[in-house]
């Protein structure tokens, strides 16, 4: 059990970023709980010195700019909608090393937060990073497990200063500031940095990009829908991803040769491990049923992944 005290930590926090965010500022927001916690503690401090910047990288889940957009105005943070999509697509043509993309991702991040900085005319950068974070990016006596995009992607020649008032927390404890900070999205489930990216195994085109992007909305719709109906408890994490092999299936009396989609649902504490949830078959069924329905002309296949982490990650790249 963690003895985190948010009331204290607000305080100590904002007092701190006070003195230290003596110019402009902008903020990384993802719509995530922890940038939405790490901007409206930098809101508290600075006020209306503080510009969000949401990036559509185009890796974004479904509807997701409408929805962060519609909730920061909501909790009264300034911020401004940036769509970078066909410039990280591009970024990312013909990269299938999953290092490769991270470090990508999270130097276009960088360079977009330093055009919108310059704009603005802000000096520092604020970001959500959390422990989990920066550990498992290694340094020191850490190895690396994969370089979370906001630590292995930040370029030596980054021009603003770097603030990250939330990277000594965990995922738990952050939830419980965002309770006290009445963020809406405190309970929302964690989605990583470089996004549907590191979804699609293999090149992240934006045909592929699409329908990982739909097949994670079908699995998050029924997995939420079987947890308000009491059937199964909502796991910590769960989504889609899509593999980079095609397989034999049959679509009416026509053979199909399409993709395979691979759900993961997770139950965690930290993020540090995790098991694989044990979903009710039924609810496993109807997420096969409906994406190789809805994505006919291009998923057969529906696999579950019941590895737990370690020695898997939670996320397959
Ligand atoms: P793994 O896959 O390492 O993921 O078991 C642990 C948790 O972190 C999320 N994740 C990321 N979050 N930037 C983030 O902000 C990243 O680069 C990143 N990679 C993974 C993942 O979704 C899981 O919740």
């Known amino acids: 059990m963690s003895f ?3 009331a204290k930590f607000v305080e100590e926090t904002v007092d701190t970023l006070k003195n230290q965010l003596s110019d402009k500022a ?72 999953p290092e490769q993309k991270r470090k990508i991702i999270g130097e276009l991040f960088i360079r977009v937060f330093e055009e919108e900085s310059k704009e603005y005319g802000g ?18 006596i850490r190895d690396t497990i994969k370089s979370h995009h906001n630590v292995g992607g930040l370029p030596d020649d980054m021009e603003m200063e770097l603030c990250e008032p939330i990277r000594e927390l965990y995922k738990d404890e952050v939830r419980s500031l965002a309770e006290y900070l009445n963020v809406s999205v405190s309970q929302r489930q964690p989605f990583p940095g470089p996004g549907l990216a590191v979804r699609v195994m293999g090149e992240a085109t934006p045909e592929r990009t699409e329908i990982v992007r ?27 991803v899509i593999l980079p092999v095609k397989t034999v299936g049959v679509q009416g009396d026509v053979r199909a040769y399409g993709n395979t989609i691979a759900v993961r649902a997770v139950h965690s504490y930290d993020a540090m491990t995790a098991q694989a949830a044990e979903l009710p078959y039924s609810v496993l069924k ?25 020695p898997g990650t939670i996320e397959w790249e």
């Open 4 to 6: 985190f005290n948010p």
């Open 123 to 140: 000096k520092f950068l604020v970001q959500g990073t959390i422990a989990p974070d920066w550990i498992e990016s290694g340094g020191g």
């Open 214 to 240: 739909q097949a994670c909305h079908i699995a998050e719709e029924e997995m939420e829908l079987a947890a308000k109906e009491g059937v199964m408890e909502l796991p910590w994490q769960y989504f889609a």
């Open 26 to 97: 902008i903020i990384a927001a993802s719509g995530g709980v922890d940038s939405t916690v790490a901007a409206v503690l930098a809101a508290k401090a600075v006020g209306d010195n503080l510009l969000a910047i949401y990036v559509d990288t185009g890796y974004m889940r479904l509807n997701e700019s409408k929805f962060v957009s519609s909730m920061l105005k909501e909790l009264g943070v300034k911020h401004k909608v940036v769509d970078a999509s066909d410039r990280f697509y591009k970024g990312l043509k013909g990269v299938i090393d």
């Open 286 to 310: 109807r997420i096969s049923e409906r994406i190789t329905r809805e994505l006919k002309n291009d998923v057969n296949r529906v696999v579950y992944d019941i590895t737990d982490k370690p």
